[in-house]
Structure formats: C-alpha cells, structure tokens
C-alpha cells in the first residue's frame, strides 16, 4: 500500500525532514541563498510551497534540526495565517464597496473583479438596503471604485453609459 491508497488522503509522514500531517507538507530543504537550511510548507493537493522560510541548523552546524510534533505545528500554524492573509489581500483587490447615503436609505456600490489572464473583466452594481439591483454595468478591471465615482454613477440613476 503505498500513501495515496487510503480514502482519507495522504498517508502521515514523520521524519527528520519531512513531515506531512493536518493537511501540510514540511520540508526541510538545502537553503539555495546561503549556507543554511530552509523549510517549505505545502497544502496537500498543491505542487508549489505557500511558504518558505529559514530553518535551524542542528547541533553538529552542519546538519538541519529534525522535525518534531512542536515545530511542525508551529510551522502550519504560520503557513495557514500566510495563506489567510494572502486570500483576504485578493479579495480586498478584487473587491471593493462603497455605501452612499440616499433618499430611502443606503447604496452600496460594488465593483468586483474577474482576473482572467484573457479576457479580465469587472462588475459595478449597486443595491439597496434590501439587496435590491439598482444598476449593473460592465467595466474596466482598472476602473477606479471611489466615492466620488459612486456618487457620479449614482447621480447619473445607475446609467451603464454613465461608467463608460
């Protein structure tokens, strides 16, 4: 039975340089920039480390320090707030509100941002308090989401010519 022929996933690894558990993969790696050691930390089903930082070197200062259960949880719990980080940094970019004050109550201006190596596109639309579409249009991933943009497409009552 080799590590792939269980239902659950992965089998867990527990070696001196490499551990794989909770989902991660830590490897302690040859430190290309100097003399040093380094490990990656990788989320099962990725090829590419969401992480990669220095490591400790053992005793005999040739050696890495081997894995344990302390580091390696240490080392997921780093990685796991890197990637957290990095998704909410994404979706900051690729979205972004405005709430306008209006007769009725408030307008939230949305733009939201398809990345597509392609064909990138974005979507501006505004709802009301109740989640009412007050007004969709397509624009430019570049278009530049403010107040003073929302108020201008708000005064122009929601016109995709107007975002144009």
Not at 63 to 84: M, Q, Y
Not at 86 to 105: I, N
Not at 132 to 151: I, K, N, W
Request: charged share 30%; hydrophobic share 35%.
């Amino acid at each position: 039975m080799d590590e792939h022929d269980t239902d659950a996933g992965p089998l867990s690894i527990h070696e001196p340089r490499l551990w794989r558990d909770n989902g991660w993969t830590a490897r302690v790696i040859k430190n290309e920039d100097d003399d040093g050691w380094a490990v990656e930390m990788t989320p099962d089903g990725q090829v590419e480390p969401a992480l990669v930082g220095p490591w400790t070197m053992g005793r005999d200062k040739k050696n890495p320090k081997p894995l344990d259960t302390a580091a390696f949880h240490t080392l997921v719990k780093t990685a796991a707030e890197f990637v957290r980080r990095h998704e909410q940094q994404l979706h900051a970019t690729l979205h972004r509100q405005v709430d306008l004050p209006r007769e009725g109550g408030r307008v939230s201006v949305t733009l939201d941002i398809e990345p597509d190596e392609d064909n990138p596109s974005a979507l501006l639309r505004a709802t009301d308090a109740a989640g009412e579409v007050l007004g969709e249009a397509r624009v430019s991933p570049g278009f530049q989401l403010t107040r003073a943009s929302a108020q201008a497409w708000a005064d122009a009552e929601f016109s995709p010519r107007a975002v144009r």
